[in-house]
């Protein structure tokens, strides 16, 4: 006689069986672009074969030249992205890079219930919430865990492990070529010698604007900025400031004050006030921020309840990212999931209370300091330190004019009349002091 099941017990066979096929879902990937990241993503699905994950397709346009030995020979390699996108694929992982046609290839697969995982920051920081409303919308999941800072799990970390804090600051170092150039400008190396040799490794673009102009760290900021301050803004409302304005001379002067320079980005939200902003700072060399060489990554989250808590590591690099996109398989595949972080639109601005760094290079003449302090004064900003070295030539002198935390505003009225004074040789350099 067959053995009679009680409602408890059926509903323990049942839980088990969700449970089982949540811990054992295999999902079939198809990576898109076999570059850097994507010819790494494929190393470490077929040397560590991860449970549950299943490398099926690769597609990279002119597809031939991209094969490999050391992959199945059940891999099915395309240069027809639709095909691949109209296979049985569970997951497309998308590391080509740019608006498009990543966005089209995200919005077909989630609009075909699969899941979409990508590295691709720009793609992220402009359509992330569309993208994930159509995700949630179909049935399929949007992962973006190495579209900031690589292989540090800043993402996860923002998503699970500070989702029960308030965060009320976040600021880091999101670019790794402005900090290999910087760090390197900091042991004494020329700007340009160390672009060109960012360029020779391989860290840099031909065209280097990205990087150092701050727009790839102003995507990234945006990202950060949704999981941590839970805003949904407009990348371009933030003016990013170029680290093309820093000279040998500021790292002396740095030096002299206790303190560095990195490319930091930085946004934080007080009194109903969203600030955001990302160029050089001044960073003490006491910070866990001028700690970083290199192409190191670092982001400091600031929360309510738990205070300051620091990510750090590689941030860029095949197989650092690549480590970052194979976690969001298995969090995939083993049916995690992430903690819903409720965002709203917002508008930003770069208002902040900070102690500010100016950089004057003048011909010198008497009265020049008596001017830049009483337009100073006018502002009600006040002066912290004056600071000038010996040696250089009175034609061209730089110094350094320090001034107590004051509003980003107040600084920017103060200085529209001192850069048109006739004895400045340049537009002066202020920088914001992190302290
Ligand atoms: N590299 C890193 O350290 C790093 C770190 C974090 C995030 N990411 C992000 O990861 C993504 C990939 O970066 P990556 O460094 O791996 O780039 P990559 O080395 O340039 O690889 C991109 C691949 O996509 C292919 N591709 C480009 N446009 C295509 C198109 N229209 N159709 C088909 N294939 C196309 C390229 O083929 P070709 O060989 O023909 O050009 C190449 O194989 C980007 O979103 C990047 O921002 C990279």
Known sequence: MPEAHSPASSLETSAVQTRKSRSARHLRIAIFGFGTVGSSVARILVESKPRGLELTHVFNRGVARKRVDWAPASVVWSEDADAVLASDVDVVVELVGGLDPAGTWARRALEAGKSFVTANKKLIAYHGVELERLAAAKGGHLKYGAAVAGGIPVIPGLEQGMAGDRIERIEGILNGTCNFILSKMEEGAEYASM???????????????????????????????????????????????????????????????????????????????????????????????????????????????????????????????????????????????????????????????????IRFLVRDRPGIVAAITTELAKEQINIRAIVQRAGFPADALPFVVTVEPCKTSALQRALTPIRTMDCMLVEPLDLQMLE
Not at 249 to 254: K, L, T
Request: aromatic share 6%; with cysteine.
């Open 195 to 357: 672009l060109a040799e960012a360029q020779a490794k391989g860290y840099a673009e031909a065209d280097p604007t990205e990087d150092v102009g701050g727009f790839d760290a102003r995507a990234k900021l945006a990202i950060l900025m949704r999981l941590a301050l839970r805003v949904q803004i407009d990348p371009e409302e933030i003016v990013p400031r170029p680290i093309t304005t820093i000279t040998p001379v500021d790292f002396s002067y740095a030096r002299d004050l206790g303190c560095t320079i990195r490319q930091v980005s930085r946004a934080e939200q007080a009194e109903g006030r969203l600030a955001a902003t990302v160029g050089p700072m001044l960073v003490a060399l006491r910070s866990p921020l001028a700690w970083s060489q290199g192409m190191e990554n670092m982001v400091i989250a600031t929360g309510h309840y738990g205070g300051d808590v620091v990510f750090s590591g590689h941030g860029a690099g095949g197989h650092p990212t690549a480590v970052a996109v194979v976690s969001d398989l298995l969090a995939l595949a083993h049916g995690s999931q992430r903690v819903e972080i409720p965002s709203s639109p917002a508008r930003v601005g770069a208002e902040f209370e900070v102690p500010h760094y």
